[in-house]
């Protein structure tokens, strides 16, 4: 019986842990538009949560960086 308990915790940790590679892109793409937009647009500074570690992450922030250029400059 405490093994299973122990098994099923271990389980449900290492789950926990693991990361969605869509979500990290997605972060990534909404943080990196958000800074092209901004940036391009002279709005404001911007914050984000930068974890440029993660790949997926990177990804998307350089993606939407463009992204939020390209979409700023149409608005002009």
Known sequence: M?????GAILLVGCLAACDDPDEKYDEGYGDGYAVGYNTTCEI???DIYGY???????RGYARGVTDGIIACNRTR
């Open 2 to 6: 405490i093994k299973r308990v122990v």
């Open 44 to 46: 404001r500074a911007t």
């Open 52 to 58: 440029f570690d993660n790949e997926h992450y990177a």
